[in-house]
Every structure is written in structure tokens, then in C-alpha cells.
């Protein structure tokens, strides 16, 4: 057993993202985010958060829908087949209640390994000769935010530069991020720290290693020996993660491989209703001011949580209707 | 070789062609990265008729996979059935970097005649008239494929001169920091592997000419024409290599697509009659 207790509960997680911090997640679009934690946030009425996130989605439109977001710097948003795009983040950057900073999605995967590796930046040739790399559409630089001033924003969005090796082209060199805290929503994590991602790791190992704390709201928390005895399927060791959180259904709407399927019904509900901000005002008194996590899961009711029960043989959902 | 049994044309839908003029794109053995919607259809369709050898990469991190079921992201469980490794990000976009990559398919708000394409925002950038969902990963594909084909919708307002925001490059590209234009040849150098070979529109199919890079009209659709397409442009099409119509849908293919990828009709709807 470990000599440190990492439980914590998902209000003491939330806790530990003050307002202005800069915060980043596990999953991919609509897989794996930690939704739980993001409802926990809304609740306590977050402010002025600088998410950096190798991609959007559902989560970053709540979060912004809520106005608990001043910066968003990633490269894609919306809910896949259940919402076109993300009409909150496209609503409050039409009214300049946020700064959108765009990288493409490779840029921001490099970006997030130079991070857990400790490289102060990362390098590509992708997205050359896009406007993703047009000095004019730097939003940070506009808005006077690279002086320096704030530790987590760098100096320059890009740096050009001529392989100085091999004389191979022009390279783009983009800054690591600086993240202050990784929530991850998994399936497993052990006593000590261990995960063990099921299915597709996306980019948590890189997200999990890039931010100074890093938060794993699991599933269920499983005995540390249980995971040691087979470390080869082990995604993230122990001591990359400081604090555990044991929250079934954490990731709802949003799938889990494995555990649980998208739910696309209620993806599809939350962007036909959030077009407008009063839209999203009603919809967050009815999900989740007022609500904890039990309660919320009450309000979705078992009928619809076990359709959405994966096989456990296919790992997905073979109940859910997909198609229109 | 048996005669092809095409479908007759009150049989199929715009989707169903579309999907399948882009299968047909697709050569056995490619490694191909394809994106969520009708790119996952066509590949998928291609893997169960002529290319049963292609590797199919998926964005979030599975590598030669052969899903049974269609998905409805590239995050899906449903991408995992059969892959050859579950991975993620970091590897699918080094993979393409290091020019694994044969094919690359993707869809776009708008397109120009260089094939730069946008789905990041319409209006001016800086004050956009609508965000979009911004790029993911259409840049990086069409950065080191070998081959991109995207798929759009096509409306006058969409090919248009110049694209609001040039979110994935095309043939002639802009070299920061300056900002002059340039083929993509002399920026990407080293890397350098090809670009946008083909848009499939819901009009026709376009090619480029890889040393000019303009774009041309390749097949109309069936009811549509060379001059109908050309007025639905807002650059000057160039219609002069049209080598005829976009081929139908076979039987058999519609049959694959209803009945075996898309059953429930995620993407592709089936005809009503």
C-alpha cells in the first residue's frame, strides 16, 4: 500500500483548479472526457480558465457555454455527428468573451509531447503554408498577452526556421504548453496512481505527463497489485498522477471504450438547445446547477444508462440507435 | 472482368455516389487516413470490394483496423475491432510526418482553385460571421499524404476565389512569415510528397494539375453539366479535360452500403421510394 492516500472527491478536485488556471483533458472529442469533474466546475462557477487542449469537445462547450473560460487555444470543436460545431465557443468568439488561439491538431499533439518531455518547444512541417501560421491571426499577440507577463503564455506563437542539419526546408517551431492541471477520465486507476487506459490512449499519456498535477477520475479504483502484475498494460505510472478519483459514469455524456457508448441523443439535445446563451442557461439549470454526480445520473435514469452499457465483449454499445 | 451491373438512377441517392466515386479513389495495399462521416464509408467500402489489403489509420489512434460496424467518430470503440495496434494521436500524426501515408480523406467548408481548403471560420477571421470546428486533423493529413481527396458539398458561395481562412494547404501556399505565394513543392521541400489530387463534390469530380496547380473538371454527375458546374464557381473552372460522367453506383456496392456499413443510416440515408 502506499504511504499517500490520493483519494479525493470530485468536489475536492474541483477545488484544486482555482480560477485562471490553466487546464487540460484526457479523450478524444466525444471519448473519455472527464465530464464529471467539467459539471463540478460549472457548479462552482469557475472563472477566467485557460484551456489548452490538444482537441475539444463536449467539455469544452460546456465550459464555455458557462463563461468559465477566457482562452482557448486547440484546434477543433463540436460533438461528431451529434452537433455540427461548437455554437458556444462560435457564439462567444463572434462576441469576444473569448480568445480562440488555432494550431492545427498535429502542432498540438507535438506540443504536448515536447511538454511531457520537458522541451521547451516542439517541431513540424506540418500546416505549412496555412493561416494557422499568419502573424496577423496570432489572438494572444493581438490582445497584448506576450509580454511575458503571464508565465503560461509564450513570447511568440511561431518560430520560423530553416533545418539548420540537413538543409530539409522550412520547419515551425511552436511553443510546449504550460499546464497547470490534466483531469483524466479512465477506466481503471490503481490505489497508488497506476492507470490503465482501455482501448485508444489518444493523448493522455503526453496530457497526463505535460501539467504540473495531474487528476485521474476513474471508474473504479482498483488494488495497486492488481495492475503491477501485468505492467505491460499499464498506461500511466503512478507517480505522473497526484491525486485518484473513484467516479463511475464520470465521462456521461461522452463515451468510454469498454464501460459505456456516446450518448448521442443527449449531445444531440444539449447543441439544438445551447445556440443562444439563454438556451444554455436553461439547459445547465436543468443538468446541472442544483444536481450532484448521484443525482444527475438519477435524472438520466436506468433505462437510459443501460442501453448505453457496452458489451463487454465488443466494448461498445450494441442498444444504442446511432443513425438518425 | 464482368460487365458492371450499375444501378439504375432511380435507385440510388447523391450520398451513394458520392461515396462511391470516392471508394473508387482508393488502390489495394494503400495505407490510408481517413476522417469521421462519408470518408469512413467510402474507405470502408473500398476495403470490402477492390482494396481488402489497405491499412486504415484513424486519427485518435488505431492502426489497421477492420471494423465491421461503422463508427461515428475516429475516437470510436467501433474503430478498434481487428486493428493491428490501439495507439493514439501522437503516433498516427508521426506516421504521417515519417510519409507512411498513401491517402488522405477529408471534407471542407470551401475550397479554392488551388484546393486550399477552410473549416475553421466564414467571414473575416478576426471577426467571423460563423466559427466552424476548426481545423483537426485535415491540415496534417493533407500536409504528407501522398494523395488528399475531399468531399464537400458544393454551392457557388464554397468554390470560391479565396477562401476565408486557409485551414489546410493546397498547391500554391502561402510562406510565412512574409506571406508570399509559393507551390507547395518549394515549401515543403524534403517532406514534400504530393498534395490534393481529387474533389468530390456533390456536382462533379475535380482534379489539379500538379505543376499548375489549378483545378479542373473532371466527370459531371449524372443531370448535371460541364457549363452548369463551371457557373457554380467563382473562379474561372477550367472545363477543358471533362473526360465524361461520374460512374453510378453498382448493385453490389449499394448493397454493401445499406446492408452491410450503414444499416442504420448514419450517414448515408437510403432511397425512398
Known amino acids: 500500500m502506499s504511504k499517500v492516500n490520493k483519494r479525493i472527491s470530485l468536489q475536492e478536485a474541483a477545488a484544486l483548479i482555482p480560477d485562471g488556471s490553466s487546464l487540460t483533458f484526457s479523450g478524444f472529442t466525444i471519448w473519455r472526457r472527464p465530464m464529471a469533474l467539467v459539471y463540478e466546475l460549472i457548479r462552482r462557477r469557475a472563472r477566467d480558465l485557460h484551456l489548452i487542449e490538444v482537441n475539444g469537445g463536449p467539455q469544452t462547450e460546456f465550459l464555455v457555454g458557462a463563461g468559465c473560460v477566457a482562452?482557448?487555444?486547440?484546434?477543433?470543436?463540436?460533438?461528431?455527428?451529434?452537433?455540427?460545431?461548437?455554437?458556444?465557443?462560435?457564439?462567444?468568439?463572434?462576441?469576444?468573451?473569448?480568445?480562440?488561439?488555432?494550431?492545427?491538431?498535429?502542432?498540438m499533439t507535438f506540443r504536448m509531447a515536447a511538454a511531457a518531455a520537458g522541451m521547451p518547444f516542439a517541431v513540424s512541417q506540418s500546416s505549412l503554408g496555412t493561416d494557422i501560421h499568419n502573424p496577423e491571426y496570432d489572438m494572444l499577440g493581438r490582445a497584448g498577452l506576450r509580454d511575458g507577463g503571464n508565465p503560461r503564455i509564450a513570447r511568440h506563437k511561431y518560430q520560423f526556421v530553416e533545418?539548420?542539419?540537413?538543409?530539409?526546408?522550412?520547419?515551425?517551431?511552436?511553443?510546449?504548453?504550460?499546464?497547470?492541471?490534466?483531469?483524466?477520465?479512465?477506466?481503471?486507476?490503481?490505489e497508488e496512481g497506476t492507470v490503465r487506459v482501455q482501448g485508444q490512449h489518444y493523448t493522455d499519456p503526453e496530457v497526463a505527463r505535460a501539467a504540473s498535477l495531474t487528476?485521474?477520475?476513474?471508474?473504479?479504483?482498483?488494488?495497486?497489485?492488481?495492475?503491477?502484475?501485468?505492467?505491460?498494460?499499464?498506461?500511466?505510472?503512478?507517480?505522473?498522477?497526484?491525486?485518484?478519483?473513484?467516479?463511475?459514469?464520470?465521462?456521461?455524456?461522452?463515451?468510454?471504450?469498454?464501460?459505456?457508448?456516446?450518448?448521442g441523443d443527449f449531445l444531440r439535445d444539449f447543441y439544438q438547445r445551447t445556440r443562444t446563451q439563454e438556451g444554455f442557461d436553461a439547459w445547465a439549470a436543468e443538468w446541472v446547477h442544483g444536481l450532484d454526480h448521484l443525482s444527475y445520473l438519477e435524472k438520466l435514469g436506468w433505462p437510459r444508462t443501460l442501453r448505453l452499457k457496452a458489451n463487454t465483449a465488443l466494448n461498445y454499445s450494441t442498444s444504442v440507435k446511432r443513425g438518425q | 472482368m464482368s460487365t458492371k451491373n450499375y444501378a439504375a438512377p432511380g435507385d440510388y441517392n447523391l450520398a451513394d455516389l458520392l461515396c462511391c466515386a470516392a471508394a473508387r479513389?482508393?488502390?489495394?495495399?494503400?495505407?490510408?487516413?481517413?476522417?469521421?462521416?462519408?470518408?469512413?464509408?467510402?474507405?470502408?467500402?473500398?476495403?470490402?470490394?477492390?482494396?481488402?489489403?489497405?491499412?486504415?489509420i484513424f486519427e485518435a489512434g488505431t492502426l489497421d483496423g477492420r471494423p465491421p460496424q461503422l463508427p461515428t467518430s475516429v475516437g470510436d470503440a467501433r474503430c478498434e475491432v481487428g486493428a493491428s495496434r490501439?495507439?493514439?494521436?501522437?503516433?498516427?500524426?508521426?506516421?504521417?510526418?515519417?510519409?507512411?501515408?498513401?491517402?488522405?480523406?477529408?471534407?471542407?467548408a470551401e475550397v479554392d482553385q488551388y484546393?486550399?481548403?477552410?473549416?475553421?471560420?466564414?467571414?473575416?477571421?478576426?471577426?467571423?460571421?460563423?466559427?466552424?470546428?476548426?481545423?483537426?486533423?485535415?491540415p496534417d493529413i493533407n500536409s504528407f499524404a501522398s494523395r488528399t481527396i475531399f468531399i464537400m458539398v458544393h454551392e457557388k458561395r464554397r468554390f470560391t476565389e479565396n477562401v476565408s481562412y486557409i485551414t489546410s494547404p493546397g498547391w500554391r501556399v502561402k510562406k510565412w512569415p512574409?506571406?508570399?505565394?509559393?507551390?507547395?513543392?518549394?515549401?515543403?521541400?524534403?517532406?514534400?510528397?504530393?498534395?490534393?489530387?481529387?474533389?468530390?463534390?456533390t456536382l462533379g469530380v475535380f482534379r489539379f494539375d500538379e505543376e499548375t496547380g489549378r483545378i479542373y473538371l473532371d466527370t459531371c454527375h449524372p443531370g448535371t453539366s460541364a457549363a452548369q458546374i463551371k457557373e457554380q464557381c467563382q473562379f474561372d473552372l477550367d472545363v477543358s479535360r471533362v473526360s465524361g460522367e461520374t460512374a453510378p453506383p453498382t448493385v453490389e456496392?449499394?448493397?454493401?452500403?445499406?446492408?452491410?456499413?450503414?444499416?442504420?443510416?448514419?450517414?448515408?440515408p437510403r432511397v425512398t421510394k
Open chain 2, 25 to 56: 479513389e482508393v488502390r489495394d495495399h494503400e495505407v490510408v487516413f481517413a476522417g469521421t462521416g462519408l470518408p469512413m464509408v467510402a474507405i470502408m467500402l473500398a476495403q470490402q470490394t477492390h482494396a481488402p489489403n489497405l491499412k486504415l
Open chain 1, 71 to 107: 482562452i482557448w487555444e486547440s484546434c477543433w470543436v463540436g460533438h461528431e455527428l451529434y452537433g455540427k460545431y461548437g455554437a458556444n465557443v462560435s457564439r462567444r468568439v463572434a462576441a469576444k468573451d473569448i480568445i480562440v488561439e488555432d494550431y492545427s491538431h498535429a502542432e
Open chain 2, 178 to 201: 512574409q506571406g508570399d505565394w509559393v507551390h507547395r513543392r518549394q515549401l515543403y521541400g524534403a517532406a514534400y510528397r504530393g498534395g490534393p489530387t481529387a474533389v468530390i463534390s
Open chain 1, 215 to 263: 487528476i485521474a477520475v476513474a471508474e473504479e479504483v482498483v488494488p495497486e497489485d492488481y495492475l503491477r502484475r501485468n505492467s505491460d498494460a499499464n498506461t500511466i505510472a503512478s507517480f505522473e498522477v497526484d491525486y485518484i478519483v473513484e467516479c463511475p459514469w464520470n465521462a456521461h455524456p461522452t463515451g468510454m471504450f469498454g464501460r459505456y457508448d456516446v450518448d
Open chain 2, 86 to 108: 490501439a495507439s493514439g494521436l501522437h503516433d498516427a500524426f508521426s506516421i504521417a510526418q515519417r510519409g507512411y501515408v498513401d491517402l488522405g480523406f477529408l471534407g471542407g
Open chain 2, 115 to 138: 484546393g486550399n481548403v477552410n473549416t475553421t471560420a466564414i467571414g473575416d477571421y478576426l471577426s467571423p460571421e460563423l466559427r466552424l470546428t476548426g481545423s483537426g486533423g485535415n
Open chain 2, 253 to 268: 456496392e449499394l448493397h454493401l452500403i445499406h446492408d452491410v456499413l450503414d444499416p442504420e443510416q448514419i450517414f448515408i
Open chain 1, 163 to 190: 533545418d539548420p542539419f540537413f538543409g530539409g526546408g522550412q520547419y515551425v517551431l511552436s511553443p510546449a504548453p504550460k499546464i497547470d492541471v490534466a483531469v483524466l477520465s479512465v477506466q481503471q486507476v490503481g
